[in-house]
């Protein structure tokens, strides 16, 4: 069966091999000319816009509009790619509602995560880069929809991204990216390679995927054997970025396990469910296995 899905699965990068970022420059293509790749502008159409755009001194996409050949949001999207901030055009890639960064990437939820990744950047300026783990205290406080948002935050900065579930009670990225379950991250921590453990978009180039896989009937384990704390940093000599979405920490080791393996964390409590107390004993407890907590969100959803 042909997929024809959100993400598709790429030969993974050599994780013992880090790969070069090739810069891109603003401006590389003329909107004009990204605009036609997606709408049938004929040479008539052109001119004509090149006319009013001359005339009523506006610039070649608010012309493009103004004469109803194109939308505002065709124009938007081709800036996008102009100054390298890709987001999907068409919808059905990357489109789930929860990843408002993708879905709607000039909203303020998108905004927010935006102003998230200054926040992480920033803090690990004073420290070191290290893999962030992603944590809440309760089930249904939001950890995947923030782990999502902020890897797709980050891979928007052309930085080479990877979101790894490490929940391997409960998966649930491969849901919410909308691609079938298959074997990776449990997989590997039993010692099995995978050549092609990655799904990644099209569409958001920089971006990676490291399912959780099946989930075993040992997870604590797993996580606890020194493979997996290899495997992060093996990810982090070969990524700019390593996101790693946990389980509920209340009731269960595997949290502060991925914390202790990354070594900085991501706290996320949620708006009028999550007490102080409770985010306060979350942040001294990761503390005391020596996790630097570098960003903290409010989620709302």
Not at 158 to 163: A, K, M, N, Q, W
Not at 186 to 207: E, H, K, N, W, Y
Not at 216 to 233: H, Q, T, V
Request: aromatic share 4%.
């Amino acid at each position: 069966m042909k997929r024809d899905l959100p993400l598709s699965s790429l030969d993974a990068p050599d994780l013992d091999t880090p790969t070069e970022i090739q810069e891109v420059t603003p401006a590389q293509r003329p909107i004009g000319e990204i605009i036609r790749s997606v709408r049938p502008l004929t040479e008539s159409d052109v001119e004509h816009i090149l006319v009013v755009q001359k005339r009523m001194g506006l610039r070649f996409g608010e012309a493009a509009v103004a004469l109803a050949l194109v939308s505002r949001k065709d124009v938007l999207w081709a800036l996008s790619q102009q100054f390298s901030y890709p987001y999907p055009r068409e919808s059905g890639l990357l489109q789930a509602r929860e990843l408002v960064v993708a879905s709607d990437p000039y909203g303020a939820q998108a905004e927010a995560f935006r102003e998230l990744r200054a926040a992480v950047s920033a803090a690990q300026q004073l420290t070191e880069r290290r893999p962030i783990a992603v944590l809440s205290p309760q089930p249904g406080d939001g950890r995947s929809f923030v782990a999502a948002n902020l890897a797709l935050a980050f891979s928007q900065l052309g930085e080479r991204t990877v979101l790894v579930d490490a929940n391997l009670r409960e998966p649930g990225l491969h849901k919410l990216l909308g691609v079938p379950e298959r074997p990776s991250l449990s997989t590997l921590l039993c010692g099995v390679p995978i050549a092609r453990p990655f799904d990644r978009s099209a569409q958001m180039p920089s971006l990676y995927v490291l399912q959780a896989g099946t989930p075993p009937p040992n997870p604590a384990e797993l996580l606890e054997r020194p493979l997996f704390a290899r495997l992060l940093d093996n990810l982090q000599r070969n990524f700019d970025r390593v996101i790693v979405d946990t389980p509920a920490a209340q009731g269960m080791p595997d949290a502060r396990v991925i914390a202790a393996a990354c070594g900085q964390a991501v706290l996320v409590g949620r708006r009028h469910q999550t007490a102080v107390a409770t985010m306060n004993a979350l942040h001294e407890r990761v503390a005391k296995v020596g996790v630097d907590v570098v960003g903290v969100i409010l989620n709302q959803r």
